[in-house]
């Protein structure tokens, strides 16, 4: 069966011409078209023009052209991302109609590399939020257990990897986006280090923070897909210059040696006992594999959930002031005067998440204020960073849970913005340092629901991480119970 081929097989099949990137793409578009009404993972697929590509693709292969690392490999992207001639809405109400006339760095990379752009998944509007259900075009479920969230904000294409819709997909992670859904669907999910991956084209929330990952249904695949959209971009100015890096021929390396660090802060009260126990129990594995267990500290975890609610709001704030309904997007038509069709543009334009935090955006950053929370807020990310930088000397990565709980049930939270912020506790922190961090399936719960491991390593090491989880996924074989869609 096609769609249940990981991106390395679907990639070396297309490449020794045992299957036409059509046939794939009809693969694909089949499992789409069956799941979706169960789902809503995507917002936009396009058949046409997906079999229109890949035919072309078919062609130049067919005429001698060398096949990409991701040849005929059809890629899910997140509907924030830009994508040429494709609407990128980025799940509001405010770019319902925007269709960009450039490409993001991304999107060109996977074209360069032979992908299929399969189709742009759902989000939480403009990245904001944690299940998915912030999107002004109705919630994903998730694939496990259909009153479920499947985490968020990229919760389209870790349900979309999850249902099988797609075999890889982009997402991008600012607190917790990549890694939290990947957790809830039972897939791998990948914030690299700031500037590891351009940005160019990612429509901008929290600037200092943003990221786009990789996700896919195994290591292996998302070591693929970072190493082809990773490295330096002239056109992102926070880029870093360092050139992509094999890390696919850096997965067989040793684990044994391996100090591994287990925070304490991230093991204490609020840890529900569902997450604990796989993840304690992989933690085991890992020892049991050679690696050193280490209990370390970051005594100042505690104020990344708060300084990251001061930031990212503040640089939405910022980044969200360009929607006037002036040069692109919804505009409201029954104004009077500027201020008024401004004022009438925003209130209809954008749902209550992105109002809340263009809200608090802003008094943290007004006069009389900015001094107790916004420079509060950057002084604490100092004080993450030298926690982070302490515990690096004393171990070479440091590994627990993704999440707190297990994905919740669709509406559980949305009454209580607090309570849906707190599912980023464990993720967070990362971004406010700029570390890489991963997120890997590491069990079920009792009741049948993917529970994720997450690892983190300092500045640049994650050819490290994507190593130690390729070891861990191949001795923990989990074997998947029968998710609710496949029952469907
Ligand atoms: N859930 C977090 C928020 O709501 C993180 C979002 C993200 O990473 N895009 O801001």
Redesign the pocket.
């Given at each position: 069966m096609i769609h249940l081929m990981p991106a390395t097989q679907l990639r070396e099949a297309v490449a020794s011409r045992r299957l036409s990137v059509t046939e794939l793409a009809r693969a694909f578009l089949g499992r789409i078209e069956a799941c979706e009404p169960h789902l809503k993972a995507f917002l936009t697929v396009q058949p046409e023009r997906v079999l229109r590509e890949a035919g072309e693709i078919d062609e130049a292969l067919g005429k001698g052209e060398k096949a990409g690392p991701l040849a005929g490999v059809p890629v899910a992207v997140k509907d924030n991302i830009i994508t040429r001639g494709i609407r990128t809405s980025c799940a509001s109400k405010i770019l319902h109609d925007f269709v960009p006339p450039y490409e993001s760095t991304v999107v060109k990379k996977l074209r360069q590399a032979g992908a299929l752009v399969l189709g742009k998944t759902n989000l939480?509007e403009f990245?904001?939020?944690?299940s998915t259900e912030n999107s002004a075009y109705g919630p994903t479920r998730n694939p496990w257990d259909l009153e479920r969230v499947p985490g968020?904000?990229?919760g389209g294409s870790a349900a979309a990897l999850a249902a099988r819709e797609a075999p890889l997909a982009l997402g991008?992670?600012?607190?917790?986006?990549?890694r939290?859904p990947a957790a809830f669907c039972g897939v791998v999910g990948i914030k690299p280090t700031y500037g590891r991956v351009s940005r160019y084209g990612l429509v901008a929330?929290g600037s200092s923070?943003?990221q786009i990952g990789p996700l896919a249904r195994n290591v292996r695949d998302a070591a693929l897909l970072l190493q082809c959209i990773a490295g330096h971009d002239p056109c992102d100015s926070t880029s870093a210059a360092r050139p992509s890096q094999d890390f696919i021929s850096e997965l067989g390396g040793p684990v044994r040696g391996l100090r591994v660090g287990m925070p304490r802060q991230w093991f204490e009260k609020g840890l529900s006992e569902e997450v604990r126990k796989p993840v304690e129990a992989a933690l085991q594995r890992l020892e049991s594999m050679g690696c050193r267990l280490e209990e370390v500290d970051l005594p100042h975890t505690r104020y990344g959930l708060a300084a990251?609610?001061i930031v990212?709001p503040a640089e939405a704030s910022s980044n969200l002031a360009r929607y006037d309904g002036v040069r692109y997007g919804y505009r409201n038509s029954s104004h009077q005067d500027l201020l008024e069709m401004y004022r009438a543009t925003r209130s209809q334009g954008f749902g209550a998440e992105v109002k809340r935090r263009i809200m608090v955006g802003t008094f943290v950053l007004s006069s009389g204020y900015i001094e107790a929370y916004y420079k509060k807020a950057a002084q604490a990310r100092q004080i993450l960073s030298e926690d982070f930088r302490k515990a690096f000397q004393k171990v070479d990565l440091l590994a627990g849970p993704t999440t707190p709980t297990p994905p919740f049930r669709l509406g559980e939270k949305t009454a209580n913005p607090l309570e849906?912020?707190l599912?980023?506790v464990y993720?967070?922190t990362a971004?406010l340092v700029g570390l890489p961090a991963l997120s890997m399936p590491c069990g079920f719960t009792p009741e049948n629901l993917p529970v994720g491991l997450q690892l983190h390593g300092p500045h640049f090491s994650e050819a490290l991480l994507l190593r130690v989880a390729n070891t861990l996924e191949d001795d923990l074989s989990l074997q998947p119970p029968q998710s609710a869609i496949d029952r469907n």
């Amino acid at each position: 069966m096609i769609h249940l081929m990981p991106a390395t097989q679907l990639r070396e099949a297309v490449a020794s011409r045992r299957l036409s990137v059509t046939e794939l793409a009809r693969a694909f578009l089949g499992r789409i078209e069956a799941c979706e009404p169960h789902l809503k993972a995507f917002l936009t697929v396009q058949p046409e023009r997906v079999l229109r590509e890949a035919g072309e693709i078919d062609e130049a292969l067919g005429k001698g052209e060398k096949a990409g690392p991701l040849a005929g490999v059809p890629v899910a992207v997140k509907d924030n991302i830009i994508t040429r001639g494709i609407r990128t809405s980025c799940a509001s109400k405010i770019l319902h109609d925007f269709v960009p006339p450039y490409e993001s760095t991304v999107v060109k990379k996977l074209r360069q590399a032979g992908a299929l752009v399969l189709g742009k998944t759902n989000l939480d509007e403009f990245g904001m939020g944690s299940s998915t259900e912030n999107s002004a075009y109705g919630p994903t479920r998730n694939p496990w257990d259909l009153e479920r969230v499947p985490g968020g904000s990229s919760g389209g294409s870790a349900a979309a990897l999850a249902a099988r819709e797609a075999p890889l997909a982009l997402g991008t992670d600012t607190g917790g986006s990549v890694r939290q859904p990947a957790a809830f669907c039972g897939v791998v999910g990948i914030k690299p280090t700031y500037g590891r991956v351009s940005r160019y084209g990612l429509v901008a929330f929290g600037s200092s923070l943003d990221q786009i990952g990789p996700l896919a249904r195994n290591v292996r695949d998302a070591a693929l897909l970072l190493q082809c959209i990773a490295g330096h971009d002239p056109c992102d100015s926070t880029s870093a210059a360092r050139p992509s890096q094999d890390f696919i021929s850096e997965l067989g390396g040793p684990v044994r040696g391996l100090r591994v660090g287990m925070p304490r802060q991230w093991f204490e009260k609020g840890l529900s006992e569902e997450v604990r126990k796989p993840v304690e129990a992989a933690l085991q594995r890992l020892e049991s594999m050679g690696c050193r267990l280490e209990e370390v500290d970051l005594p100042h975890t505690r104020y990344g959930l708060a300084a990251y609610y001061i930031v990212a709001p503040a640089e939405a704030s910022s980044n969200l002031a360009r929607y006037d309904g002036v040069r692109y997007g919804y505009r409201n038509s029954s104004h009077q005067d500027l201020l008024e069709m401004y004022r009438a543009t925003r209130s209809q334009g954008f749902g209550a998440e992105v109002k809340r935090r263009i809200m608090v955006g802003t008094f943290v950053l007004s006069s009389g204020y900015i001094e107790a929370y916004y420079k509060k807020a950057a002084q604490a990310r100092q004080i993450l960073s030298e926690d982070f930088r302490k515990a690096f000397q004393k171990v070479d990565l440091l590994a627990g849970p993704t999440t707190p709980t297990p994905p919740f049930r669709l509406g559980e939270k949305t009454a209580n913005p607090l309570e849906m912020y707190l599912s980023d506790v464990y993720t967070v922190t990362a971004n406010l340092v700029g570390l890489p961090a991963l997120s890997m399936p590491c069990g079920f719960t009792p009741e049948n629901l993917p529970v994720g491991l997450q690892l983190h390593g300092p500045h640049f090491s994650e050819a490290l991480l994507l190593r130690v989880a390729n070891t861990l996924e191949d001795d923990l074989s989990l074997q998947p119970p029968q998710s609710a869609i496949d029952r469907n």
